[in-house]
Each structure stands twice: as C-alpha cells, then as structure tokens.
C-alpha cells in the first residue's frame, strides 16, 4: 500500500494556483491537512484488518515522507528542480498539455529530464519512479513497514 502525496506541492495545482492568483497559502494548506488525515487513519486501518483477517499481511509505503524529502531536497536526489515540471504548460509546466493531445495543444519539453522531479504537471519522472520503487524494496522502516517488498516476499517463501 501507498499512502498519499502531498497534492498540494504537485505542478498541476501550483500551476491551479498560480491561474487563480491565489499564493501557496490556503488551499495548498487546507489539501495537506486531508492527505494527512488520510495518511494517519489508513496505518491504523491496515492494523485492524491485520488482527480482523487471518494471515493478513501488508506493507505501507510513507509515499508522503518520500516524495516530500524529493520535493525539499531536490539535489539530495539527484534532480535541479522539483516544483516545475519537464512537460507542459503555464507556470510550472503544470498545465496537463504533454504531448498535445490534450485540449491545450502548446506545451515546452526540458532538455534533460533527469534534471526533473516531475516528467509532467502530475507524474514523477522514471528516476523518481525507480528511487522509490527501490525504498519499497528495500528500504527502512522509516518509510516503508511494517516490512519491505523484499523482507515481505521472504515472509511468503
């Protein structure tokens, strides 16, 4: 299981923002605090299913943790930017445009998209991906528990 990003740091709804003239403040706020609550029930949720269901086994990714660290941090992972997308429109690029097939045709493309956290205005980029799908594997309880992928599928052998 994943736990959900925090939305508000998302392109897209910088780029919704930056449209409606509104600066990070409220709205971006008020999203955090529903994906919080969200983020602390659904552990509890998982721990009554585990004792309501026999053999019931599970792994929650703090998705949230991670992909705020990303945004935080950028070179600490590896990217120059992580509030402006590689693909899209508007500010930030957030404007869902890619490719343009979409209702807005213009878009910008990055020269290097491993310079990117985001690959468009709502997806990470596949270095992204392939970070966190390496902490799912094998990473430490603080961002994936109560096991790993890797520590799960031992459980099952």
């Known amino acids: 299981m994943l736990n959900m990003v925090p939305i508000g740091s998302l392109p897209n709804i910088r780029a919704l923002n930056a449209r409606r003239g509104v600066k990070n403040g409220d709205f971006i706020e008020e999203v955090t605090n529903l994906v919080k609550m969200h983020n602390s029930a659904l552990p509890e949720i998982l721990k009554q299913l585990e004792k309501q269901l026999p053999g019931f086994k599970y792994t929650l990714f703090n998705l949230f943790k991670v992909f705020t660290e990303s945004i935080d941090n950028p070179t600490k992972y590896g990217f120059k930017t992580s509030k402006t997308a590689c ?65 799960f599928f031992e459980l099952s052998t």
């Open 87 to 151: 693909c899209g429109t508007g500010a930030f690029r957030g404007i869902y445009s890619c490719g343009g097939k979409r209702q807005v045709k213009k878009y910008e493309l990055c020269k290097n998209m491993k310079d990117y956290l985001f690959f468009d205005s709502f997806h990470p980029t596949e270095l992204a991906y392939q970070q966190y799908a390496e902490l799912l594997w094998n990473g430490t309880v603080d961002v994936v528990s109560p096991y790993n992928l890797k520590s």
